[in-house]
């Protein structure tokens, strides 16, 4: 429908600068983008876009296209999780974030935990992307940290049941 090519169309605008061109000149994005678009999800949280893989193969290919300095990756300690990345404003740094946002994209990392959504309460871990380190020796989907220091922590995330939940989903 035509929304959710309007909804595609400004997402690409304000998440892939690189492509303003593309759409202010009508031509056709590329067509990676398009799949990319179509295999992840995409919400909204106080006016910053939020995304998350579905598995393990959709967190790879978020790896692969993340933004390395704008990006903060959340993800469940030590248990599987969905990569959930939230994207910074100009200016915006990742001391700065609001802490509702955060909380919002803890409360999305642990319910798309399939252990972490089962449990009472989590640990989540954060850190921009450019921390983030993937080596060929490691499985689909898994990670590690550059530095150990640049990661923030937020122990026990309770679930947020019985709460409304401030996401749109795009």
Known sequence: STDIINIKETLIYFSFPFLKKTIETKKAPPAFLFQFLQMVFYYESNDHV????????ENEILLKNCF???DVWFHCDQISSAHVYLRL???ESIETIDESILMDCCQLVKHCSIEGNKMRKVDVVYTLASN???????DVGQVSFRDEKLVHRFKKIRDGRGTQP???FM
């Open 89 to 91: 404003k100009s200016g």
């Open 50 to 57: 939020v995304y998350a893989g579905r598995d393990k193969y």
């Open 132 to 138: 983030l380190r993937k080596t060929r020796a490691m």
């Open 68 to 70: 390395d300095d704008v």
């Open 166 to 168: 401030r996401f749109v």
